[in-house]
């Protein structure tokens, strides 16, 4: 018997749903195989194993005579970890219907593979990847809490500053780095002070990855059309 978090039997009530549902959650196959192997039997203390190594290592003396309790947590922490480890391309090819699902155009956006190496390494399950990747295939317009928030008067004109220079610069992540730094340096700003704008004005939101990388697989004309709402001076 599998008991939910309170103790009760599992049940619809707990969130539980057929196994066939958890793929299409985002779970990868290889890690709700572990989970539901290691619900009901251990070997030492092991979490996370291969088909080969469970094959190698079963036998009944470990079998668990007790019920075993489910854990969305900890399932959720090994889908995680089996992400973490997974190829690009294979997670890309379980993103993409997502991106398009949810209103993303891949076409013409940066290549997919590149933009699951940059969130892979946090992304809980596939849904959770592809909700983040979608910054780089839909125009997220921000709340206007945030614009009054980042894009202040104090800020703004080293931003155009920036804008600027990014109309120029080699595209590439390192240049790209050294030309928001520059801007930092000459406003006296500090970097979250022109960080979180530039993230604001091109995602429409305040958590991405580093600021470079985020530029230069946005591309220069999908920074520079993003950006040029902003800019005017009022």
Do not use: C
């Amino acid at each position: 018997m599998i008991l939910g978090g309170d103790g009760e039997r599992l049940s619809k009530r707990h969130g539980a749903v057929s196994v066939m549902q958890y793929p299409e959650d985002g779970f990868l196959p290889e890690a709700l195989f572990n989970y539901l192997a290691r619900l009901g039997w251990s070997h030492g203390d092991a979490e996370k194993f291969s088909r080969e190594q469970f094959v190698e290592w079963f036998d009944l003396a470990h079998v668990s005579k007790s019920t075993a309790q489910f854990d969305a947590a900890k399932l959720a922490w090994l889908n995680h970890e089996y992400i973490k480890e997974a190829d690009p391309a294979r997670l890309a090819e379980l993103v993409a219907p997502r991106i398009e699902r949810d209103g993303g155009k891949l076409a013409g956006g940066p290549a997919l593979v590149e933009a699951v190496k940059l969130f892979k390494d946090r992304a809980t399950s596939i849904d959770h990847m592809a909700e983040s990747a979608m910054m780089f295939y839909r125009r997220i317009e921000p709340a206007s809490a945030l614009v009054a928030e980042h894009l202040t008067p104090e800020v703004m004109p080293a931003v155009r500053e920036l804008a600027a220079s990014l109309a120029r610069v080699e595209w590439q992540r390192a240049k790209l780095n050294e030309a928001v730094k520059a801007v930092v340096a000459k406003s006296g700003l500090k970097m979250p002070k022109i960080a979180m704008p530039l993230r604001v004005m091109l995602v429409g939101q305040t958590q991405t990855p580093s600021i470079d990388a985020v530029l230069e697989l946005l591309g220069r004309d999908a920074v520079l059309a993003r950006l040029q709402p902003y800019l005017a001076e009022s």
